[in-house]
């Protein structure tokens, strides 16, 4: 089973700064990997797939990059609203099958 | 509007089975597939399995083999997570999300990208 770590368990961000989230894979994912966010309450939304493609509606300011085994989100001016826990989430195309890392809360400072 | 509805929130005793649906509306159902994921409270995003809402092929997790059996109405659009001998760790809020089958779509667009509001199972004697 592939293990997904995410560093670091929490990220403490002024509004307006930048963010960078990081997610390593025990083996290779090649660029199998996607980037949710997750605010209280609220089903997690999809921010990136294939490591560096935007989903559709996602801001310009969340970008994703990385392959193999590590693997970065950034934040490049952090709103209000983008405080929230991501997680990342590699994933194999058949079967269908998937791992989530343990996921970074993004708070503010 | 794309769209999964799931059903309300479960109260169940250690050792009953749970039925969650999820209903979706918006697309296509069978060009896509249906994962589930759960979260314990305060925990972390656990992939549970998939369904081909096409075929009705599954892949489950393989911590939940045995427990678990997902299944697919395509008349209705609908699909379900059964979970067997629920012990208080199953404890969770549980979602449906809509999933590429790439049987059906082989282009299609990896990621989890609708979701539904998410189920509450509290198991508790």
């Known amino acids: 089973e592939i293990v997904m770590t995410q560093s670091p368990a929490t990220l403490s961000v002024s509004p307006g700064e930048r963010a960078t989230l990081s997610c390593r894979a025990s083996?290779?994912?090649?660029?199998?990997l996607a980037w949710y966010q997750q605010k209280p309450g609220q089903a997690p939304r999809l921010l990136i797939y294939?490591?560096?493609t935007r989903a559709t509606g996602i801001p310009a300011r969340f970008s994703g990059s990385g392959s193999g085994t590590e693997f970065t989100l950034t934040i490049s001016s952090l709103q209000s609203e983008d405080f929230a826990v991501y997680y990342c989430?590699?994933?194999?195309?058949?079967?269908?099958?998937?791992?989530f890392g343990q996921g970074t809360k993004l708070e503010i400072k | 509007q794309v769209q999964l509805v799931q059903s309300g929130a479960e109260v169940k005793k250690p050792g009953a089975s749970v039925k969650v649906s999820c209903k979706a509306s918006?697309?296509?159902?069978?060009?896509?597939?249906i994962s589930w994921v759960r979260q314990a409270p305060g925990q972390g995003l656990e992939w549970m399995g998939w369904?081909?809402?096409?075929?009705?092929?599954?892949n489950y997790a393989q911590k939940l083999q045995g427990r678990v059996t997902m299944t697919t109405d395509t008349s209705t659009s609908t699909a379900y997570m059964e979970l067997r001998s629920l012990r208080s760790d199953d404890t969770a809020v549980y979602y449906c999300?809509?999933?590429?089958?790439?049987?059906?779509?082989?282009?299609?667009?990896?990621?989890?990208?609708?979701w539904g509001q998410g189920t509450t199972v509290t198991v508790s004697s």
């Open positions: 999300a809509r999933d590429p089958d790439i049987v059906v779509v082989p282009a299609a667009t990896p990621g989890m990208d609708v």
């Open positions: 918006g697309y296509t159902f069978t060009s896509y597939g």
């Open positions: 989430q590699q994933y194999n195309n058949w079967p269908p099958e998937y791992t």
């Open positions: 294939g490591a560096s």
């Open positions: 083996q290779s994912v090649s660029s199998n």
């Open positions: 369904i081909s809402a096409y075929n009705g092929n599954t």
